[in-house]
């Protein structure tokens, strides 16, 4: 059997790239605009050394950033780099970075999503991984806990309030119970405010949605998966195991000895499973807990049962709160090895605080994932939003949402490319939402490499490629870090 029938995750612009590259002074077809003076970055998985087929799944590879510097018109540079944990150091044959102490012992390259807070560049990933603190031109310094302000692990979608710069942030970890952690980091960089959140049990919480006046936890049936641990036990031990690691998991915090027991055994074995699998018994739910409230104050309202990973944007409407989220039928039901259970739609759930029930309607069926807003819109009234139209687990497409009129626009790439999440970047402080660039990497297959793509935001059509001389394999987030 070959690698692409056992795993389309490590094949085609999935499979890995070993040899890490810094280009200078790139070429550009059409016009780079003028305004554009920043660094756009994107962090994804991509396996370091050899990785079992049969079992590799998609989110745990390990984390490459992606970055091209931008400035009067010009691209300066490309920089891919492997971000040190000490493994992946080891593997690399350098000595292991400095930095915080992992989290319960889960030294994980963050692989999931690139930030900029406080000048200083940040490599993130969720449940209990610490983020990693990386230099302008994407080098390791090493593991972070932003000075010693973040508890624990963090998470791979945080939320800038454009009103305060503020990082809002909801972070999971098995080991915690029944709880999440809503958190708040300053232009600083450092952590301001913590709230801990009681959950059902040990959801997978990917992201969270803010609003002016809320914040939205999605407590949904993927949650934390206790078979892995029966399975690292020979007979008739791990039925055991699994029952002791139930009295805790989803109920009480475990302790951080176990936890990094269990963590070292299960996550840090040579061909780990995702340890995250769909639950029809959890309940479905979103919880709305005001910003200026504590966690006595959440409130809970059911949903259909589905999945979330990624809301598209959320705001206020006197006594509703609306948010548009991508929705997944079920997650790591039967596909195991990446999010393959069928095709993602984007709706709508209105929340009516007063009647205490949820509205829940389709926007598009159009399948999609990886939805962006205008940032200055984030938390606010939104009407355009962008996302990847996917064929199974291929994206060649971009979609333009106008949600007032309910239509959309897509732009094909042409066959056989592959399309990553695409940024938005206004033309100016004050231009209209819609009026800016689209920014993204986009696979060739008849050059065999990747170009980042500038799009005019209203048109969809292409003003800039800057080529590149390497590929860039599909991966997760990232964000335009202009220049201060």
């Not at 931008?70 to 150091?89: I, M, P």
């Not at 055991?240 to 475990?254: D, E, I, P, Q, S």
């Not at 006197?318 to 739609?345: C, I, N, S």
Request: glycine share 10%.
């Amino acid at each position: 059997m070959t690698a692409t029938a056992e795993n389309p995750y490590l094949t085609d612009n999935f499979g890995p790239v070993q040899m890490e590259t810094t280009a200078l002074d790139l070429s550009v077809t059409g016009t780079l605009p003028p305004h554009l003076d920043g660094r756009y970055l994107r962090n994804g998985p991509n396996p370091v050394s050899p990785v079992d087929p049969k079992t590799h799944h998609w989110f745990l590879g390990t984390g490459m950033v992606h970055g091209v510097r931008l400035r009067d018109g010009k691209a300066e540079w490309y920089r891919n780099r492997f971000v040190r944990s000490a493994d992946t150091a080891k593997a690399l044959g350098e000595e292991p970075r400095k930095g915080a102490k992992p989290h319960v012992g889960w030294d994980f390259p963050a692989n999931t999503n690139v930030v900029v807070q406080g000048g200083r560049t940040f490599a993130i990933v969720e449940a209990g991984g610490r983020p990693y603190e990386l230099t302008d031109e994407l080098d390791t310094v090493g593991a972070c806990d932003f000075d010693g302000t973040l508890p624990g692990g963090y998470t791979a979608h945080p939320k800038r309030d454009p009103a305060t710069g503020d990082l809002h942030a909801v972070s999971y970890y098995w080991g915690w119970g029944k709880k999440v952690q809503y958190t708040v980091i300053g232009a600083d960089a450092r952590v301001k405010r913590i709230e801990n959140i009681e959950v059902t049990g040990s959801p997978m919480m990917h992201d969270f949605s803010l609003t002016e006046h809320h914040v939205v936890f999605y407590d949904l049936p993927c949650v934390f998966d206790l078979d892995p641990i029966r399975d690292m036990w020979p007979r008739p031990f791990g039925s055991l195991a699994r029952w002791n690691a139930g009295m805790f998991v989803g109920k009480r915090a475990t302790p951080d000895p176990v936890a990094a027991f269990f963590t070292r055994k299960v996550l840090g074995s040579k061909a780990p499973k995702l340890p995250y699998r769909w639950d029809p018994s959890y309940p479905a739910r979103v919880g709305v807990m005001p910003r200026t409230g504590t966690a006595k104050d959440v409130r809970w309202f059911e949903v259909e049962p589905c999945y979330v990973f990624h809301p598209l944007n959320a705001y206020d409407d006197g006594d509703k709160v609306v948010l548009d989220v991508v929705r997944h039928r079920k997650m790591f039901d039967q596909k195991l090895l990446g999010p393959d259970e069928g095709p993602a739609t984007l709706d709508r759930w209105t929340i009516d605080l007063t009647a205490g029930k949820v509205l829940e309607e389709r926007r598009s069926d159009l399948a999609q994932e990886f939805p962006r807003v205008d940032e200055r819109v984030v938390g606010r009234r939104h009407r355009y939003g962008y996302a990847v139209a996917f064929e199974g687990t291929t994206a060649d497409s971009l979609i333009r949402h106008d949600l007032a009129t309910g239509t959309s626009t897509t732009r094909h790439f042409g066959a056989g490319h592959n399309v990553a999440e695409f940024v938005f970047v206004p033309d100016a402080a004050d231009s209209a939402e819609d009026r800016g660039s689209l920014m993204g990497f986009v696979f060739d297959p008849a050059t065999g490499r990747s170009d980042l793509t500038i799009l005019d935001s209203q048109t969809l059509e292409t003003v800039a490629a800057v080529h590149l001389p390497v590929r860039v394999p599909a991966g997760f987030h990232g964000n335009w870090a202009p220049t201060t």
